[in-house]
T-cell receptor, first 114, second 116 residues
Framework: GQQLNQSPQSVFIQEGEDVSMNCTSSSIFNTWLWYKQEPGEGPVLLIALYKAGELTSNGRLTAQFGITRKDSFLNISASIPSDVGIYFC??????????????FGKGITLSVRP | DAGVIQSPRHEVTEMGQEVTLRCKPISGHDYLFWYRQTMMRGLELLIYFNNNVPIDDSGMPEDRFSAKMPNASFSTLKIQPSEPRDSAVYFCASNPQGSRGTGELFFGEGSRLTVL
């Protein structure tokens, strides 16, 4: 089946630093999404990407849909303590039908030192 | 606006007991999803509904798991009998029809199940 790879599993940064996360797939997707999960909560959608090459920002977050359609990147600039959480990428192949399932990566745990 | 509401938030039960998890999706959302999250396997889709009809239940682990959606505002996920390996956080998520695909999910806070 489809798999998404996120690495490393954990990232530790200093407050104010930028961080970049990537997500790669063995299959092509035509939708990429990034979610954030905080302790005790459900994942929350951060950014959705629908076009190869698309670059989208949401505040200090910027995500890109890779040209090959097999990868996506999420950048967080000027990190703050509330950025702590698990960041999941997810892909969807809509040509399989609009109801096709999302495939989630295992997530990257971000820690920010004050 | 109320988000996706799940109950109970925490459930501790003994092996062999029946467990029922409940979900109220966001009003007007036509898709409802049940996910399971574990450290080992991450987020796994169990089943999803469109307009109260189950569309894909291929992720349901085995016959001990069943899900229903009797109306647009309520769904249940039942495990009978429960086993320790069912211990996980179970999430319900909903999605409005007309959005671009069904990837933009609104998750509930989850139900943490522990089976002893």
């Amino acid at each position: 089946g489809q798999q998404l790879n996120q690495s490393p599993q954990s990232v530790f940064i200093q407050e104010g630093e930028d961080v970049s996360m990537n997500c790669t797939s063995s299959s092509i997707f035509n939708t990429w999404l990034w979610y954030k999960q905080e302790p005790g909560e459900g994942p929350v959608l951060l950014i959705a990407l629908y076009k190869a090459g698309e670059l989208t920002s949401n505040g200090r977050l910027t995500a890109q849909f890779g040209i090959t359609r097999k990868d996506s990147f999420l950048n967080i600039s000027a990190s703050i303590p509330s950025d702590v959480g698990i960041y999941f990428c997810a892909g969807q192949a809509l040509w399989a039908g609009a109801n096709s399932k999302l495939t989630f990566g295992k997530g990257i745990t971000l820690s920010v030192r004050p | 606006d109320a988000g996706v509401i799940q109950s109970p938030r925490h459930e501790v039960t003994e092996m062999g007991q029946e467990v029922t998890l409940r979900c109220k999706p966001i009003s007007g959302h036509d898709y409802l999803f049940w996910y399971r999250q574990t450290m080992m396997r991450g987020l796994e889709l169990l089943i999803y509904f469109n307009n109260n009809v189950p569309i894909d239940d291929s992720g349901m682990p085995e016959d001990r798991f069943s899900a229903k959606m009797p109306n647009a505002s309520f769904s249940t996920l039942k495990i009978q009998p429960s086993e320790p390996r069912d211990s996980a956080v179970y999430f319900c998520a909903s999605n409005p029809q007309g959005s671009r695909g069904t990837g933009e999910l609104f998750f509930g806070e989850g139900s943490r199940l522990t089976v002893l």
